[in-house]
């Protein structure tokens, strides 16, 4: 069982990358993968948040008592989530608004909760802080890769992160497939690509 | 009385939490692979949740906003939420054992369901008053609850088709909420 901590961050960017490996965490995938900036800019705040949780929460695991766990890791998880909203308020206000309700809704993300439980609680702070950065970055990974999916056919565009400049990919021709960027597109969109990674890899 | 027939329309249908918002949905893949247990949870999210929707309002008008805490939000409806699933649980173990039977598993996953935390968000975001509120949490858990129940139906069909294997479980799951949620799709721009 002596994984290593290199192990230990390796799993989250394929063997039990989230949603695919995990399946966990889709509401955040479904709903702000419209465009790659949007994704990326969730996939980053979920990782912090993660982080965060899982080295305080390995920290404090021989202080927090058995039966109230999952309340004092609500708690936890809470407070960084709201660290999270204020910062985006203050420097990045325009994804603040377009990712809408689905950051105080990190606090209830499965993925967030699920780590503290099976891996922060019961291991020491350097491999939970291996464990939160792999999963948090597999998870904006997918959520880059499903966004790009999305938009690239949706719109004809791609959003490069950060500038929020939306480069046409297809010419001015280009007939936009918007039932991509609608809600039935994003569930036949992750279900797609779930087949393909069950192809690709191995069970 | 019409607007809020108006409210519960546009919960129900057009703004479907499942299928439109994208809110609960580990529980929508979760628990739909049987009947009998998305009966249940959607059963008891329509308990909870128009519980959370009363008690979330009342915490925000009576505590955050008079003496300025807006900034807690977060945290004081996630903590709301949860020791209000607790309590319920406590409750109705003692009280009404049947339905705890019924519903007793479903409860502490309720807690981390987001559709239970989003549809408070979303009344406190629309600044509906104290009725509306209550209407829109109980029309959006019957909204829950009648995507769930169909889902489950459909994937109780599925069980005996013969399924490529790459596409078997979550994956064929997830096309068929898409085939669902393009049904709910018609009702766009009817309110």
């Known amino acids: 069982m002596a994984k290593t901590t290199v192990q230990e961050f390796t799993k989250g960017l394929w063997a039990e990358i989230p949603p695919f490996r995990l399946v966990l965490g889709l509401c955040p995938i479904l709903a702000v993968t419209k465009t790659v900036e949007n994704g990326v800019g969730m996939g980053i705040a979920t990782t912090f948040v993660l982080v965060c949780s899982n080295v305080l929460i390995s920290l404090l695991r021989s202080v927090i008592p058995k039966r109230v766990r999952i309340a004092c890791f609500i708690v936890v998880i809470a407070t960084f989530v709201t660290i999270v909203e204020l910062v985006m308020q203050a420097f990045a206000y325009p994804l603040f608004l377009k990712l809408g309700i689905f950051i105080p809704l990190i606090v209830v993300n499965c993925i967030v909760l699920g780590r503290a439980e099976a891996f922060a609680a019961k291991h020491s702070p350097i491999p939970s802080l291996a464990d939160g950065l792999g999963i948090g970055i597999g998870f904006t990974l997918s959520l880059t890769a499903l966004a790009a999916v999305r938009e690239i056919f949706g719109s004809g565009t791609f959003t490069v992160p950060v500038s929020g400049v939306a480069l046409p990919v297809f010419g001015p021709e280009f007939q936009p497939f918007s039932f991509m960027i609608e809600a039935p597109g994003a569930f036949v969109c992750l279900g797609l690509m779930l087949c393909i990674m069950n192809m690709v890899g191995k069970k | ?191």
């Open chain 2, 1 to 191: 009385m019409s607007d809020l027939i108006l409210l519960a329309i546009s919960c129900i249908f057009v703004n479907n939490i499942l299928l439109m918002q994208y809110l609960g949905n580990c529980p929508f893949l979760g628990v739909s692979k049987r009947m009998e247990t998305a009966t249940g949870m959607a059963m008891a999210v329509v308990f909870v949740l128009v519980m959370a929707g009363a008690i979330t309002w009342i915490t925000n008008a009576f505590i955050l906003k008079p003496f300025g805490y807006e900034y807690l939000r977060t945290l004081a409806f996630i903590l709301v939420i949860a020791s209000l699933v607790q309590f319920v649980e406590m409750f109705l173990r003692k009280a009404v054992p049947a339905l705890y039977a019924g519903l007793g598993i479903f409860l502490p996953l309720i807690t981390t369901n987001c559709a239970v935390m989003g549809v408070c968000l979303i009344n406190v975001k629309e600044e509906y008053s104290f009725i509306e509120a209550l209407t829109s949490s109980l029309s959006y858990a019957i909204g829950f609850g009648l995507a769930l129940i169909l889902f489950a139906a459909i994937r109780e069909r599925i069980i005996l088709a013969r399924v490529p294997r790459p596409l078997q479980d979550t994956s064929i799951g997830l096309v068929s909420a898409g085939m669902l949620s393009l049904a709910f799709f018609a009702f766009k721009g009817m309110v």
